[in-house]
């Protein structure tokens, strides 16, 4: 059997790092993960190749060659999606489809071949069995959640890392908490399953043994859902993993903001080589984190919380959200207020959308509000692309009010003097030591022609440089690092 799997394109997004990769020429930010994973659960005896189109060209000869081709993709590809579709049926291959897309908008789709839901370790056994029999269904649909205990090695051998600028690995999926809006409860469930350290030692240690030394992201859901295992189990094996290979990786992931609340995890977190941390915030407005739900974010200093994980020596990315219900005009002027005295540099900020099958999706419904599909996408430079339910305040004054917020962070001005405040209260801790790479030279030269020379914030900049100078080489590297992507934001965000 020949499978040719196809990774679908991004457009270019906050996260996709377009601009910012452009100087270290690299292609893509992360490798596809899911699909990686999904290629070792086929049968080994099966030729298998794959098609990122994040960093290759797909070509009519590769679909050709295979017997099906499978796709996977999270709302925001389903343009690209749609294109390898159509083209697998007019070449008259046939498709099977699995990942975020087709499990909450399965609809869409009725015109594959195969729709594998929600996790392969469930359907992808299944559909073998029914191949082999000759008898594959249409739509394979799953109840539960399957144990990771028995999800395998991603096959790291089907692309060239050099192409990415980061790796990941998966230790958990679910969340324990409940905010209305969110995706991730209504994919993976309540309760965090999680992989035992063997599994993500053998993980880092197959990521190790390909050369790679740098950054690796946790692509969990929320990295301390379990926080008991996280303690007595797996950070004290990551540590003494880093200390025995020489601390080869740093670590980023995805947490709730009650990590502030518990110092001996974020001191563990820290020596097990974490230096960065993406967060939740969604609003300074504590009526609308009661309106979705977000429990945990609710009477408690957020900008306390921030500098608390900050001071312990991680970089805090914050996710912030824009048109709830219970929003009034003055958020626009407290949101930009509290991102620039937090110091956090990342700040995506976007606009409430409701994706199928959440409980605000299902309240939108009932409100007869929801006005388009659900894109996945929500900080798009027009935002009107991405409202799917008609918002309170109306859709101009969000607009206008967002347009405002992103105008704001990410002038030159305010961008700079976040990423001092930022480097000024940071206490970075971490013991990895980046190799130099023969790019970061090139890099080197081109941010500072195209920062320092073509930019309009190029005084902006030299201010900061100028000051990181006189700091130490980490603060120099680290404030050239954020200005890099301060050019990516803006050309991104304001157009
Ligand atoms: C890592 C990650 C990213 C990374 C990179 C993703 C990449 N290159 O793979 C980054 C940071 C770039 C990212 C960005 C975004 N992300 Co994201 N991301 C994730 C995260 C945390 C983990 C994904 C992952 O690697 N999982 C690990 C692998 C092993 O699992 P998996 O991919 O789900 O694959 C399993 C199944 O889905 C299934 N499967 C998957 N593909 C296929 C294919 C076939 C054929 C079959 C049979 C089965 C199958 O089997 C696999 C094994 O069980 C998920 C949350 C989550 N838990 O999945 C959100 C998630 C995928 N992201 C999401 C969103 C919304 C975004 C953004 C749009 C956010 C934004 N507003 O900008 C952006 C858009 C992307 C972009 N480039 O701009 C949503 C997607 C919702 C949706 N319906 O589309 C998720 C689910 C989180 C959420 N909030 O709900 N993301
Ligand atoms: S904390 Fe994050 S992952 Fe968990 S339910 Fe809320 S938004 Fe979703």
């Known amino acids: 059997m020949k499978i040719l799997i196809v990774y679908p394109e991004y457009p270019v997004t906050f996260w996709s790092f377009k601009y910012a990769l ?17 290629a070792s659960m086929l049968p080994s005896e099966w030729d298998v190749r794959l ?4 960093v290759k060209k797909l070509k009519d000869k590769d679909i050709v060659w295979a017997d099906y081709v499978f796709i996977s993709a999270m709302n925001i590809q389903e ?34 071949d195969h729709l594998l839901l929600y996790e ?16 594959p269904k249409h739509i394979y649909n799953i109840e539960g959640y399957p144990d990771l205990s028995e999800t395998p090695l991603p096959r790291w051998d089907l692309i060239d890392i050099r192409d990415y600028a980061i790796l990941s690995v998966q230790y958990s999926r679910g969340c324990p908490f409940h905010c209305d809006f969110c995706n991730v409860v209504s994919l993976f469930g309540h309760v965090p399953r ?4 063997t599994q993500i030692l053998s993980e880092l240690q197959a990521i190790y043994d390909l050369g790679w030394r740098g950054a690796i992201f946790f692509v969990d ?11 007595q189990d797996i950070l004290p094996a990551l540590i003494d993993w880093m200390e025995e290979k020489g601390h080869p990786f740093t670590f980023f992931t995805e947490a709730s903001i009650n990590m502030a609340d518990d110092e001996e995890l974020m001191q563990m977190m820290v020596d097990a080589g974490f230096d960065n941390v993406f967060v939740g915030i969604e609003t300074v407005d504590e009526d609308c984190l009661a309106e979705c739900n977000k429990s945990q974010n609710k009477n408690r200093s957020l900008l306390d919380s921030v500098k608390t994980i900050q001071q312990y020596g991680m970089q805090v990315q914050g996710g912030f959200i824009l048109g709830f219900d219970n929003d009034k005009q003055s958020i626009f002027q407290r949101m930009p207020e509290f991102i620039q005295k937090s110091g956090i540099v990342t700040a995506m900020v976007g606009v409430l959308s409701a994706p199928t099958g959440t409980e605000l999706y299902e309240r939108m419904k009932r409100e007869n509000r929801l006005i388009n599909d659900f ?50 209260n940071y206490r970075p801790q971490g013991k990895h030591k980046r190799p130099l790479k023969p790019s ?56």
């Open 375 to 424: 894109s996945g996408i929500n900080n798009d430079s027009d935002i009107r692309n991405d409202i799917n339910f008609m918002p309170k305040m109306g859709i101009d004054k969000l607009k206008a009010g967002y347009e405002k917020v992103i105008d704001t962070i990410y002038s030159p001005a305010n961008y700079y003097k976040r990423v001092k405040t930022f480097l000024e």
């Open 120 to 135: 392969g370790e469930i359907s992808i056994p299944r559909f073998i069995e029914d191949l082999k029999n000759g008898e």
């Open 194 to 197: 999680t992989k035992s350290s």
């Open 22 to 38: 452009k100087f270290v020429n690299e292609k893509s930010n992360l490798p596809p993960l899911g699909v990686l994973t999904v």
């Open 221 to 231: 859901d929320n990295f301390i859902g379990n926080k008991k295992k996280l303690k």
């Open 79 to 112: 343009a690209s999606a749609r294109t390898v579709i159509d083209r697998c049926k007019k070449l008259q291959r046939k498709t099977v489809c699995g990942g975020p897309l087709f499990s909450i908008d399965t609809q869409r789709f009725d015109d594959v």
């Open 440 to 495: 970061d030279v090139g890099a080197f030269f081109k941010a500072y022609f195209k920062l320092g020379v073509v930019d309009k914030g190029r005084k902006e900049f030299h201010d900061l440089m100028r000051w990181a100078k006189h700091q130490n080489m980490r603060t120099y590297v680290q404030a050239l690092t954020f200005s890099v992507y301060g050019y990516h934001f803006r050309k991104c965000l304001i157009s």
């Open 51 to 54: 098609i990122d189109m994040n």
